[in-house]
């Protein structure tokens, strides 16, 4: 199954690997499909910056969210707020991205024009990839055995040196992956970056800039692409899909080598 | 000091949370809550989504929703037996298996887009049609499906199968009359997230089972899925946030429904064990 997936998209991909120079996809000085420049260095640095965006402010404020779970927040509060995250964790896409465009690009438009930009889509993609973060951290933590907490209690450790000092670097294997976990979904989305990000193919100068990644080159295009080009759509499918299993693949050598995994 | 400014930063990133959450919920209230009425779901859509409702949108996506699940339900359980009940748990193919569907759980829905327009639409000349884009979606949700229901029977108590073995029953039957009827809460959680992930999905469906808004006729029409017009609303008609919005409500309110259903699931499966672990 995952063979024939991979299969059709190198079918698909191989007139563009084949005929075109393949490092002319990073050499060529843009995108012009029109004209047969096929440079996608725009695109993938986008994506990469929107996802580094995300995941610098979801990882913290996620950690913190399980943390909290974990052990400050009271037992009521507790079920309430997880029951909350999860709400958030099954927010489509699409919903967000419409939350994006209508609510918060008319925010930022008038303070600097055109709004949907860069930061922007890696903020909202941040709400996206946070629960992930959140419920893998929470997991982490809850699976620590008790013994650790108990034997930092008896030390005298307070409680939020025991947390930074001794529980998270023990879970911090199973954290990390999550991350990753994470990062991958953040890559490989569509729809928040389609609908936020403004679309404009060009190389990424400031953090309010509108940009086009990867993914959202795909689904713009792929309605009227033809030949070659709709062959370099293809190659920039299978960059990504490489890119996500890379991360997949760190996150579960990382997780399988840990202790408390 | 330190003990109070630690508490107090946790607090500030969780309420933010909430926070943001709320903000969400509302600012969707806002534009689309006045729109919304059972009118607006038994309706037809006119001038392009502005006005009407979105009774061939409904209409389509559980239709793509029943095609995913003929296709995934057997498929996924076959393959879930298999992996659980038919090799031992450190067979090669065994585990060659279980790390592709992993790697494929992490695959870019866009991906699966890319192949569902190449493979059923194109190679298998299904065209644009909710037939295309709901093969697309079972290939989507399969591998969570697959690892979720093997989790689910390997976790049936073994005596359950030593009994079974005792009994002279063949394995074929032992399977069928008792292990995947208790692992049934397993699978049923399992089947409703993966319907929540794919009703949620757009990426997947836009090149594959279109975007004509007409009352599909069969399953070889084009239609257009609910999170594709909200899309499609949002980004293409001006003027049309308010219908998107209200369209996003009746989304929202369909996967909460279906996660509370998962989750409830889970619990009284969760507590069954505990007992039985009690009872043996």
Known sequence: MLALIIAVIVIGAWPALSSHDSIAFITDKSWYPLEGQFGMLSMLLASVLVMIIAILLAAPIGIMCAIFIAYIAPARIQKGYRFAIALLAGMPSVVLGLWGLTVLVPLINKWSPPGQSLLLAGIVLCIMILPTVTLTSLAALKSLPATLQHAASALGIRQHVQIVNVLIPAASAAIISGVLLAMARALGETMVVLMVAGNVVQFPTGLLEPVRTLTANIALEMAYATDLHRASLFVSGLILTVLVLVMMLIASKIKSDNHYG | ?280
């Open chain 2, 1 to 280: 000091m330190a003990e109070r400014l630690f508490q107090a930063g946790i607090w500030c990133a969780a309420l933010l949370v909430l926070m943001v959450l709320f903000w969400l919920v509302q600012g969707l209230l806002d534009q689309g809550l006045a729109k919304l009425s059972v009118d607006f779901l038994f309706s037809q859509p006119q001038n392009a989504g502005r006005d009407g409702g979105i009774s061939s949108i409904l209409v389509a996506t559980l239709l793509i929703l029943a095609v995913t699940l003929l296709v995934a339900l057997p498929l996924g359980l076959a393959s879930a037996v298999w992996l659980a009940e038919f090799t031992a748990t450190h067979n090669f193919w065994a585990r060659k298996v279980r790390l592709a569907l992993d790697v494929m759980a992490g695959v870019p829905s866009i991906v699966f887009g890319l192949f569902g327009y190449a493979f059923f639409s194109l190679f298998l000349g299904m065209g644009f049609s909710i037939l295309s884009g709901g093969l697309t979606l079972a290939c989507m949700i399969l591998p969570v499906f697959i690892r979720t229901c093997e989790i689910g029977l390997r976790s049936v108590n073994n005596s359950w199968r030593q009994g079974a073995a005792a009994l002279g029953m063949p394995k074929i039957k032992a399977v069928w009359f008792i292990l995947l009827p208790a692992a049934l809460p397993a699978i049923s959680a399992g089947l409703i997230l993966g319907i929540g992930r794919a009703t949620a999905e757009t990426a997947a469906l836009m090149f594959t089972s279109g975007y004509v808004d007409r009352m599909p006729g069969s399953v070889m029409d084009s239609g257009r899925a609910l999170s594709v017009h909200i899309y499609d609303l949002s980004m293409n008609v001006t003027g049309g946030d308010a219908a998107a919005q209200a369209s996003a409500l009746i989304l929202l309110m369909i996967i909460m429904v279906l996660n509370m259903l998962a989750y409830a699931i889970t619990d009284l499966w969760l507590g069954r064990r505990v007992l039985n672990g009690f009872a043996n």
